[in-house]
Structures are given as structure tokens and as C-alpha cells.
């Protein structure tokens, strides 16, 4: 007598969308889109500050802010548009290929635009742990500083 070693593997089901999913991922791709395009408005309006405080650094700079607070403040506002600009990218891409998917019935589409939605929700964790990070670090830099003096 044999005895085999194989694992049975199990099938895989498909995933098919009711009518009511359709329309929940239309809603939330709607709502995704809006997200998206403040997103990059926001984006747009932190890097034209930016660029508006550096040509205007020597002007605004007086008493206890100097030109390099105003140079970190421009690196600063540039970064946060960057990052703005990231996302907003994947949730319109989300948005976009999700509203292109439904009406189409077009699987690889919605794939797609799930992998976006994976993207950018991704991109959201990292950096909530990045805020996080830094924001433990503040406070331990404002106790230790706070008891040495």
C-alpha cells in the first residue's frame, strides 16, 4: 500500500460583485476622486507658498526669524506637497480605473485599481508611522530638554 503525500489544494472560488457592491465602489471611487483633486489643489497651493517664501524670504525675515527658519519652512511646505502630490495620485488612479472597471465588467481594470487603493493606503500607514515616530522623539527631545534646564 502507498500512501501519497499530496495536499489537496483548494479551489480557487471567484469573486463576483452584486449590484450593491457596484454601487458602493462607485461611490466610494466618486468620493476618491473628489478626495484626490483637493488633494492636489492643496499640493499645488503648499509649493506655490513655498516658492513665494523663498523669493520672499529676505523681506518677511525680521527679529527672531532669520533667513534659515524660512529656508527649513520652504524644504518643509515642499515636502508635505510632495507628499500630497503621492497621494492624491493614487487615490485618483483608484479613483479613475474603479469608475472605467464597473460599467466595463472589466476584471484586470479593477484589479488595478485595487492595487492603487493598496498603494496609497500603504503610503498612508508609513507615513501615519513616520508622524508617530517623530512625535515620540519631540516629546522625549522637549522632557530631556526641559529637565536640564
Do not use: H
Amino acid at each position: 500500500m502507498e500512501e501519497k503525500n499530496t495536499v489537496e489544494q483548494p479551489v480557487p472560488q471567484e469573486i463576483t460583485l452584486t449590484e450593491a457592491s457596484k454601487g458602493y465602489l462607485v461611490t466610494a471611487a466618486k468620493w476618491s476622486k473628489f478626495l484626490a483633486i483637493v488633494n492636489f489643489i492643496a499640493a499645488g497651493l503648499l509649493i506655490v507658498l513655498s516658492i513665494v517664501i523663498a523669493l520672499f524670504r529676505n523681506a518677511l525675515a525680521s527679529g527672531i526669524y532669520d533667513g534659515v527658519t524660512f529656508t527649513v519652512l520652504v524644504i518643509v511646505y515642499i515636502g508635505l506637497g510632495i507628499l500630497c502630490l503621492f497621494m492624491a495620485y493614487y487615490l485618483f488612479d483608484f479613483a479613475r480605473e474603479t469608475l472605467a472597471a464597473i460599467p466595463a465588467a472589466d476584471a484586470s481594470v479593477l484589479e488595478n485599481a485595487f492595487l492603487r487603493m493598496k498603494s496609497y493606503w500603504k503610503f498612508n500607514g508609513i507615513l501615519t508611522i513616520v508622524v508617530v515616530l517623530m512625535c515620540i522623539i519631540s516629546i522625549a527631545v522637549g522632557i530631556t530638554a526641559g529637565s536640564l534646564m
